[in-house]
């Protein structure tokens, strides 16, 4: 994929929907923080049920951090690694509240020194909550790209790198949240839903499918 079809690629999807957002439910930076550490390894889904429990009883570092490790179990045990979890979040409440005055920083050397926070993590609230120019790369991030043609790479990381260089700046501040969701719910793992795709006449993964089609028809 040339520079001019990412430009094509990043219109189309900003055209079908022009404020992509997580699916997260947050009402607060700090609510979005716990979120997005709960939800390695879990669904979205999974979590909002979990959160939409949590949050109405406890919603900030002192509040969660009163509950105790074992209380925050009770609210999010339907989460895998709920109990590596719960400690990672007690462990962060704890640090907001002695390092940072109970906010979260608007730092990535920051974010990623809380427990149960990577890069990855960093990036999504950097991205959402504070608006700056960085891509989180998730399974479905790599997936895509590196099957579109978007930007091809062996590691999450390199795929990060790469798309930070080749997606156009007007588009970057919702790149993130264009390509989660596209592949989310379209260019899906095991069976990409392509005739539903407004931006297959730009993958190589469609166009090579296309090919093999005509091959051997």
Known sequence: MNQAQRREFFA???AHNPAPTT???YSSPFELLVAVILSAQATDVGVNKATDKLYPVAN?????LDLGVDGLKHYIKTIGLFNSKAENVIKTCRILLEQHGGEVPEDRAALEALPGVGRKTANVIL???FKQPVMAVDTHIFRLSNRTGLAKGKTVRAVEDKLMKVVPKEFMLDAHHWLILHGRYVCTARKPKCDECCVSHLCDYFRDHQRRAARSA
Do not use: H, R
């Open 127 to 129: 991205n959402t909550v």
């Open 12 to 14: 189309t999807l900003q």
């Open 60 to 64: 900030t570092p002192q509040a969660i």
């Open 23 to 25: 699916e997260l439910k």
